[in-house]
């Protein structure tokens, strides 16, 4: 609750900031100074939008909370500005300065609502892979991205981990950074003994593939290292959470999970020796990989499908413009030649707003041709 708490007197404050600042404007009445304040809140909002996914800096960490309010405000204010704009045009006539600031500030709240829900609600989206190296069918959870420690919204983790378990998947993949660099000792050992838990403690088996948070890579930017390579690998392996890095297991005779190192990490094999390292050609392999953006080591691994995450899906609405400069997917189903590729948006967030894409679980069905 406190959490929560804490996170609406931020927007609050945020929107009342903004809205008041801008009040002198809108009862000027003046068309072209309210033309430039709405390109000028555009340009900000973009550029808030990228520090809220993509900026390393310790400011910018620490001040997650505030630009994602800032976000949802500046995404509501401008949509009703738009809106009040046409209408303008249309009516000739302007809403009185206080009741087009009203109105604005009622958007951003309503923008906020639904951003903070949407990135604790999983919702449940389904794919299927069909293959003759299967002897039977399965069917695996996906789930990754849930940032315990920028995210400190428990009770929407343990729903999101309870929604898996009651689809019943034959197994579950997490695809990384279930924890992240803002993460205590005490947030990572609860985030996998819940997942111990309420997954594998009913007779779920838990595949784990390392994220580039999980292990606090960039804990100079947050509270510096609040837990050792060690304790995060003692904490899965106590919950039997198996992790994997550029390693193969065996799940089924007819089905191998090879879980990869992440690219952050100088000891993760190049694609030709996780290759050379495959013990069975004949069976069909998952594989997952935290970031979906190598796409040269999968020509040499040749998965039957890959799994991914840490893109979020851009998680903010104008993080489009940022994913224009990425060559890989960053969300969806893709096919190759060499691989069928499934990137996630995510089971969470990084910070507590989404406005570009759902909060998602995948129910993936592997489907023997034979």
Same mark, same amino acid.
């Given at each position: ?10 927007? =609050? ?42 900026? $390393? ?30 209408? /303008?045009?249309?009516?000739?006539? $302007? ?78 993949? =997490? ?33 784990? /593939? ?8 960039? /804990? ?42 992440? /690219? ?77 590729? =499934? ?28």
């Amino acid at each position: 609750m406190g959490a929560y708490l804490i996170w609406i007197g931020i927007f =609050l404050a945020t929107a009342v900031v903004v809205e008041a600042a801008q009040y002198p404007l809108r009862r000027s009445q003046k068309k072209w100074p309210r033309v430039v304040a709405f390109l000028v809140k555009l340009v900000v909002l973009v550029v808030v939008s990228a520090m809220v996914i993509s900026f $390393d800096s310790y400011l910018v960490w620490h001040l997650n909370k505030l630009l994602s309010a800032l976000h949802c405000v500046l995404l509501g204010d401008l949509a009703v500005e738009l809106v009040l704009g046409v209408a /303008a045009l249309v009516r000739k006539q $302007d809403l009185k300065p206080m009741a087009s600031t009203a109105v604005c500030l009622a958007a951003a709240v309503a923008m906020c609502v639904y951003a903070t829900v949407n990135a604790q609600l999983g919702v449940v989206r389904e794919a299927a892979v069909t293959s003759d190296k299967l002897d039977r069918d399965y069917t695996f959870a996906l789930l990754a991205d849930t940032h315990i420690g920028t995210s400190e919204f428990y009770g929407a983790f343990e729903a999101n981990l309870d929604k898996t378990a009651a689809l019943s998947p034959d197994f579950v993949v =997490l695809a990384g950074d279930v924890v992240d660099d803002f993460a205590t000792s005490w947030q990572m050992n609860y985030a996998f003994d819940a997942i111990g838990q309420r997954l594998v403690a009913k007779g779920i088996p838990v595949y784990y /593939a390392y994220g580039n948070h999980d292990r606090q890579f960039c /804990a100079d930017s947050a509270n510096g290292h609040q837990y050792s390579y060690d304790e995060i690998a003692q904490a899965m392996e106590r919950n039997g959470i198996v992790a994997a890095q550029d390693e193969y297991v065996k799940i089924g005779d007819d089905l191998l999970f090879l879980g990869r190192q992440d /690219a952050t990490e100088e000891s993760r094999l190049s694609g030709p020796d996780v290759a050379a390292l495959n013990p069975d050609r004949g069976a069909f392999l998952l594989m997952a990989d935290h970031s979906p953006l190598d796409q040269e080591s999968p020509k040499d691994i040749r998965p039957d499908l890959a799994v991914s995450g840490h893109t979020h899906a851009g998680q903010v609405f104008t993080s489009q413009v940022l994913s224009l400069l990425w060559e890989s997917p960053s969300y969806g189903i893709s096919e190759y030649d060499y691989e069928t590729l =499934l990137v996630t948006a995510g089971t969470g967030g990084w910070g507590p707003v989404r406005t570009r894409e759902n909060c998602e679980i995948w129910l993936v069905s592997l489907q023997s041709a034979k």
